[in-house]
């Protein structure tokens, strides 16, 4: 079955301190580093408007996909992760 995913939420990550820091992105278990004063962008297309579940602890940042959701990284407009599998 074709799952339509017209609805885009995008959420940007911005990483202020002088330390990389850890981005997960679930339920992928992708574990990302978001350099020093870097910014990226996450994608998410999902067949529902919502907004992306995003989790903040002192060692990382967790991103959740959205249900049936196809997630992608960006910085500077360059991809730097996607899935290739939509979240269940």
């Keep these: 079955m074709d799952i ?3 609805h885009r ?3 940007e990550l911005t990483n ?5 820091l850890r981005v997960w992105i679930e339920p992928w278990a992708e574990d990302l580093i978001l350099g020093s004063n870097q910014t990226w962008h996450v ?3 999902s067949p529902k408007p919502e907004p992306i579940p995003i989790e903040i602890h002192t060692d990382c940042v967790v ?3 959205l249900s049936q959701s196809l ?3 960006l910085c500077d407009g360059e991809l730097v992760w996607e899935c290739y599998l939509p979240s269940p």
């Excluded at 202020?16 to 990389?20: A, E, L, S, V």
Aim: hydrophobic share 30%; glycine share 4%; aromatic share 0%.
């Design 9 to 11: 939420s995008v959420v």
């Design 16 to 20: 202020c301190t002088t330390q990389p």
């Design 4 to 6: 339509k995913r017209d």
């Design 63 to 65: 991103v959740h996909g």
């Design 71 to 73: 997630v992608r990284v």
């Design 43 to 45: 994608v998410c297309d």
